[in-house]
C-alpha cells in the first residue's frame, strides 16, 4: 500500500525526522487558508498523487503570493496526473499539500529497503537528491552509497557516520544524519514498510537536514497489524478493478493486452502469460484466483476480466490440485450465464476431477472452447482473439 507524501511526512515527524510545515487542501479555498496559517511569502503547491516525477508533470508549483497559491491548487484539483510512472491514463488528484518555501543549499537521496539478495535491509544514499534515483544507478553509478544492516546487530552508528561522509556532510550534519538514518530504521521495522525514500533530503540554508519529500510503501501482508494506516488508503489511486478483486481474495493486475486470463497460483498464472506471449497473443490481465478457489469466486473473476473493454477472449487455465476442477466448471458455467459474455472463452482443465469439469462445460449447451494442452488452449485463446 502506498502512501500520499503529506501521510509519509506525518509519519517522519512521529519518528522525530524534520519536515517542512505544511496542510493540506481539497479547494482553491482551502490552500489559502493554508497558505495564510503558515506564514511567510513562499509556498510550494504539490499535487498529492501515488507517483514520483510530479514536478516534471506539473504537479508541484512554487507560489510568491496568495494568488498564486490559489491559481496552483486550481489548476491541481481535479486533474488527471501523467508521469513516467503512471502511463498515459494518470491519477486523480483530489488534494495538494501546501508547504512553507525552504531555503535549499544541497538536495540529497536517502531511502531504505530490503536486499533481497543479501535478505537484508539496505540504505541507500546520494548526492545527486531531487533526480531519478533508476537514472542515477544507470549513469552514474558511482554516486550511490549503500550500507545494508546485519540482523543480530541493527544498525551501528559508524554505519550512518560513512553514510554521512561519503556525502560531503560536516560537523552537526554528521550527528543529524546519524538521528534520521536511525529514525527511518525504526519506522521501515516497526511500520511493516517495503520502501522508504526521501528524495531529495536538503540541506537548508541553516545548515540544517529536512526531508523535503516522502515515499512510503507498506507491505499489503502485514496490513492487519497497522489499522491506523490501513485506513490511510486512497482507493481513487488505485485500479478500480484490482481494488475490486482484493475485496474477493483475488490477486489481479491490469496489463495492455486483449486476452483475459484466470489462472489458479501466481507460478501457473505467470507461465500462462509467458505461453499466451510466445504463441504471438498480449495478455490483458494477471488473475490468480488462489489454490482454494470457489465457484463464486470463479464468477467474480470472470466479472473483473470482462470488465475490461480490451479483452476479446477468456483463457481460463487451472490445475486441480487443491480444487476441484468439476467446482471450477460449475462457477464458469454459471457466470458465463449470468453474464451474457459475448467474447470465447477458451478452458483448459486439468487435475482432479478434471474430465467431469469438461463434461460439464460440454454439457451446458454454451459455447465453449476446451483444451487438454496447455500450449494448445493458448493456441486457441490467440486464435479466437484475432477474430473479435
Known amino acids: 500500500m502506498n502512501l500520499h507524501e503529506y501521510q509519509a511526512k506525518a509519519l517522519f515527524a512521529d519518528y522525530g525526522i524534520a519536515v517542512p510545515q505544511g496542510r493540506v487542501a481539497t479547494t482553491a479555498e482551502e490552500a489559502i487558508a493554508a ?3 503558515l506564514g511567510g511569502d513562499l509556498w510550494v503547491v504539490k499535487a498529492q498523487a501515488h507517483t514520483g516525477g510530479r514536478g516534471k508533470a506539473g504537479g508541484v508549483a512554487i507560489a510568491r503570493s496568495l494568488d498564486e497559491v490559489a491559481e496552483a491548487a486550481t489548476r491541481m484539483i481535479g486533474m488527471q496526473l501523467v508521469t513516467r510512472q503512471t502511463g498515459p491514463t494518470g491519477l486523480p488528484v483530489e488534494k495538494v499539500l501546501v508547504e512553507q518555501g525552504s ?21 541507500m544514499a546520494s548526492s545527486a537528491g531531487g533526480m531519478n534515483i533508476e537514472e542515477v544507478a544507470a549513469e552514474t553509478p558511482e554516486k550511490i552509497l549503500t550500507t545494508s544492516v546485519n540482523p543480530a546487530a541493527g544498525l551501528q552508528p559508524y554505519q550512518g557516520r560513512l553514510l554521512a561522509f561519503g556525502l560531503g556532510l560536516e560537523g552537526g550534519q554528521i550527528k543529524s544524519f546519524g538521528k534520521i538514518l536511525s529514525a527511518l530504521y525504526r519506522l521501515y521495522v516497526e511500520q511493516d514498510a517495503s ?10 540554508a541553516e545548515g540544517e537536514l529536512m526531508a523535503l519529500d516522502a515515499k512510503i510503501n507498506i507491505d499489503d501482508s502485514a496490513l492487519y497489524r497497522h489499522a491506523d494506516i490501513q485506513a490511510w488508503r486512497d482507493i481513487s489511486q488505485e485500479d478500480p478493478r484490482e481494488a475490486a478483486a ?45 489454490g482454494g478457489t470457489t465457484a463464486e469466486r470463479v464468477t467474480e473473476a470472470l466479472k473483473l476480466i470482462l470488465s475490461d473493454s480490451k479483452v476479446k477472449t477468456v483463457l481460463v487455465n487451472i490445475f486441480g490440485g487443491i480444487v476441484r476442477c468439476d467446482l471450477i466448471a460449475e462457477g464458469i458455467i454459471s457466470a458465463v450465464r449470468s453474464l ?15 474430465a467431469q469439469g469438461l463434461e460439464m462445460l460440454k454439457k451446458s449447451g454454451l459455447d465453449f472452447i476446451t483444451a487438454e494442452d496447455f500450449t494448445e488452449a493458448a493456441q486457441k485463446a490467440v486464435a479466437a482473439a484475432r477474430t473479435q
Not at 531555503?103 to 535491509?121: H, K, P, T
Not at 491490469?254 to 497473443?281: F, H, P, R, Y
Not at 451474457?340 to 478434471?354: D, F, H, K, S, Y
Open 35 to 37: 497558505a495564510k496559517a
Open 246 to 290: 482484493a475485496e474477493h481474495e483475488l490477486n489481479y493486475i491490469s496489463l495492455d493486452g486483449n486476452i483475459g486470463c484466470m489462472v489458479n497460483g501466481a507460478g501457473l498464472a505467470m507461465a500462462t502469460m509467458d505461453l499466451v506471449k510466445l504463441e504471438g497473443g498480449e495478455p490483458a490481465n494477471f488473475l490468480d484466483v488462489g
Open 195 to 204: 520502501l522508504v525514500e526521501i528524495n531529495p533530503l536538503v540541506v537548508t
Open 340 to 354: 451474457g459474455m459475448q467474447v470465447p472463452v477458451v478452458v483448459r482443465l486439468q487435475g482432479t476431477n478434471a
Open 103 to 123: 531555503g535549499i543549499v544541497r538536495e540529497l537521496y536517502l531511502g531504505v529497503l530490503l536486499d533481497r539478495a543479501q535478505s537484508r535491509i539496505t540504505f
